[in-house]
């Protein structure tokens, strides 16, 4: 038969098994390497979790004694003074005074100088600066405190007596400047990454640099820059040092930003760091306030990836 | 080629990229209300010299130039010149369609908005869309985003914001390269009917779009060190029936290029 012929024409089959089977010796390596990468994945996402349950725990603990409803809507936050009063606000209102101020700070001059470095400085100029400007975020936040405290505080009450010598406007300028190069450095990545099609088609219409900087590439850029801003404000929603160090440690339910205050995060340094017994309805404090913390900058954060998803331009 | 009153003009032109010059020598004519192709194979400097004519060159820091660029007679290139008031009177329409993100409307009415205009916006948005044969397609959605546009709508909003101007040349680089034919048809009707009004210089690779739209051509090379040079300017029924310089015939019957 023809079939006999086909076959009996070609080199005759190998016998047993094409590929070598492979033996868990060389399987092994393969698997601990496996292991041992999950294994790291998961400590950080146990951490949170870890730390999200704790936080939710004794919260819980402490809502047990005291009213919700109280704790978020009460404006006086005594409770390591004999009268307790559990009214978060005035904490609210201490971290949400300093981080404004902060903002107030940054955001023209982030701003400002994203716009420089991204359309007016020339390219070494560019390079050297950055850098530079992004040495100010490894400053350590503790010097950035004593500076503030020691430094600009008394230029500040030199120009007023009325400003006390813990007061939100130091600790506020001073987180400003810090937090200055995450708004500066995000916001002229923004800028820059806005095709230089859009610049010359601007520039082509007979604009000045000023023009296209305002008018195109800030507009096309927007989206990335306000998740900047956002991530800044996050960022001096939860800076501890400098508040602690410079702004006080009085609750006050206040605007005025020449007053001593104190802010969520510093009144958890206060009372982890003092003498509060473990257990107690006062040490449980820190974990209320500290779960409203996280809470409120994990909304900024969400807050800033829908910023950037929703209003993304498609530029081509 | 002697023109008469041209309303551009290059005189021994020539163009430097830092120490490496890519023109040279350009001396030119551009005939007023037709329309002038520059054609030539890649990297003759064709963008080049076109951007010389509104002075685009210049935000390419290491770009400069000897020799003279002349618009109604005036140097463009006089210490004295705002080289924005040029670009208000010398409009551009770039490679790919590059609408800003903003509305159809916005589009239109960004040059004239920078420029201080006083007159009724919505007129001249209106009016320019239309010259721009783009009125009846995006009059239902001037609020809506350009980008939401096809390419040839975009690349016909993009005419539409550089007329809003007012210019009186409208420079075109490779226009309808990113264009499907369809698209290119309608740009390069658009083209016929807007060189009665306006003088259009038309950088392209396509040589039928050169012989079927313009009026004139010239021929641009890069020779041995790479340096463009104008090898032959003529009427453009001339260059693509019976051209004078045998390089010139070599590239528009597709044996280089």
């Known amino acids: 038969m023809a079939r006999d012929e086909l076959t009996g024409s070609r080199a005759a089959p190998p016998q047993g098994n094409l590929f070598r089977r492979r033996s868990w010796q060389q399987l092994l390596p393969e698997r601990i390497i496996k292991i041992t990468l999950i294994l790291c994945t998961s400590i950080s996402i146990l951490t949170t979790v870890g730390i999200v349950s704790v936080l939710l725990f004794e919260a819980v603990q402490f809502f047990g004694d005291v009213s919700i409803f109280k704790f978020l809507t009460g404006t006086k936050w005594t409770p390591l003074f004999t009268s307790q009063q559990f009214g978060v606000l005035a904490l609210v209102a201490g971290t949400m005074l300093t981080a404004v101020g902060a903002m107030v700070v940054a955001l023209p001059l982030g701003l400002l100088s994203a716009i420089y470095l991204s359309e007016y400085a020339p390219d070494p100029v560019r390079r050297t600066l950055k850098p530079v400007l992004e040495v100010l975020a490894g400053i350590p936040t503790v010097v950035y405190g004593y500076f503030a405290l020691l430094f600009i505080t008394p230029l500040l009450r030199g120009l007023s007596e009325d400003i006390a010598v813990f007061n939100a406007l130091s600790a506020s300028i001073v987180m ?24 010359e088609a601007a520039y082509a219409l007979g604009s000045t640099k000023l023009e296209v900087s305002t008018r195109v590439v800030v507009p096309a850029a927007l989206s990335g820059i306000m998740a900047a801003f956002i991530l800044a404000a996050s960022r001096a929603v939860g800076e501890t040092m400098i508040v602690a160090i410079a702004a006080g440690q009085n609750p006050t339910f206040t605007l005025n930003p020449l007053v001593p205050i104190e802010t969520m995060t510093a009144y958890i340094v206060q009372v982890s760091q003092g003498d509060t017994p473990n257990g107690t309805l006062e040490f449980r404090t820190i974990f209320a306030v500290a779960l409203l913390l996280f809470a409120i900058t994990l909304l900024m954060n969400l807050l800033s990836q829908y910023v950037v998803r929703r209003f993304q331009e498609e530029y081509e | 080629m002697q023109v008469a009153d041209p309303i551009l003009q290059t005189k021994n032109l020539n163009v430097y990229y830092a120490d490496k010059r890519v023109v040279t020598d350009v001396t030119l004519d551009i005939v007023r209300n037709r329309i002038t192709a520059i054609i030539g194979p890649s990297g003759c400097g064709k963008s080049t010299l076109l951007r010389c004519f509104n002075r685009m060159n210049d935000l390419i820091p290491t770009a400069r130039i000897s020799g003279q660029v002349l618009f109604e ?80 709508q975009q690349q016909r909003l993009c005419i539409a914001r550089a007329l809003a101007v007012q210019p009186r040349v409208i420079l075109m680089d490779e226009p309808c390269s990113a264009l499907d034919p369809i698209a290119t048809l309608a740009i390069e009707e658009l083209m016929r009917e807007l060189s009665e009004e306006y003088s259009i210089v038309i950088v392209t690779h396509n040589m039928q779009q050169a012989a079927r739209v313009s009026h004139f051509t010239a021929f641009l090379m890069a020779d041995d060190t790479r340096i463009g040079h104008v090898v032959e300017y003529g009427e453009s029924r001339q260059i693509f029936t019976n051209p004078q310089d045998e390089r010139t015939e070599a590239y528009i019957t597709g044996r280089f290029g």
């Open chain 1, 176 to 199: 400003g400047i810090m937090i200055l190069p995450m708004v500066s450095s995000l916001s002229e990545d923004a800028m820059r990454s806005v095709p230089r099609s859009l610049r």
């Open chain 2, 73 to 152: 007679g005036q140097d463009l290139y006089a210490p004295s010149v705002d080289p924005t008031e040029i670009r208000y009177q010398i409009g551009m329409v770039f490679q790919r369609p590059n609408p800003f993100p903003k509305s159809v409307f916005d589009n239109v009415a960004f040059g004239p908005r920078i420029n201080g205009f006083k007159g009724n916006i919505d007129e001249l948005v209106e009016q320019s869309l239309h010259r721009a044969a783009l009125w009846d397609e995006v009059k239902d959605r001037l609020n809506s985003s350009a980008l939401a546009l096809s390419g040839g």
